[in-house]
């Protein structure tokens, strides 16, 4: 069983979602990934986002460019919490997709992150967080992740020619 659900307007979003998908792969955590848009598949959005509870998923997180309807839609389709990435776009550098995501109406928050890949990688460390709060081994990793970070961090400065 998946706890975590992560979907993407398109195929081209791809290469950002990823980044998302190596992290929850180096956690060992379940999840299953699909293309699935509100715009181009607004039946399949819809069954997607109203089944999510009943399938045990506990996050979901959405990537969309552009007009990013996606995630919005899902979040307004389901009680679990959404994770928004605002893909970059060529037009408008993901400007487009970070202000669709994030301006949410009061009562159904999407949790946007940063647009492109430090976003993609910031939902997966955003799910997982929110999975830890109740699955201890799931923490730990988070907290031994951020400590190889700091380690990383620390060391890299010694190196500085
Ligand atoms: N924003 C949405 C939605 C949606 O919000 O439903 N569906 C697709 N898209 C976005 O359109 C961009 C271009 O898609 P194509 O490359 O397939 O033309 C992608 O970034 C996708 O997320």
């Given at each position: 069983?998946?706890?975590i ?12 979602v990823?980044e ?12 299953d ?23 045990g ?15 919005g ?8 919490p ?10 408008l550098?993901?400007m487009?997709s ?11 928050p ?11 990688k ?20 988070i907290?031994?992740?951020?400590k ?14």
């Amino acid at each position: 069983m998946s706890e975590i659900s992560v979907v993407m307007g398109s195929k081209s979003d791809w290469p950002t979602v990823k980044e998302t998908c190596q992290i929850l792969d180096r956690f060992g955590v379940a999840y299953d990934k699909n293309v699935i848009s509100a715009h181009r598949m607004p039946n399949e959005m819809f069954a997607f986002a109203q089944g999510a509870v009943a399938k045990g998923t506990k996050v979901i997180i959405a990537c969309a460019g552009g007009a990013a309807h996606l995630p919005g839609m899902i979040a307004a389709n389901t009680p679990l919490p959404v994770i928004g990435i605002p893909g970059q776009t060529k037009t408008l550098g993901g400007m487009d997709s970070l202000l669709s995501i994030v301006q949410m109406p009061a009562g159904i928050p999407v949790a946007t992150t940063a647009i492109g890949v430090a976003g993609a990688k910031n939902a997966a460390l955003l799910a997982l967080q929110i999975l830890g709060t109740t699955d201890r081994a799931i923490q730990d990793q988070i907290i031994d992740y951020r400590k190889q970070m700091h380690d990383a961090a620390k060391e890299s400065g010694a190196h500085l020619d």
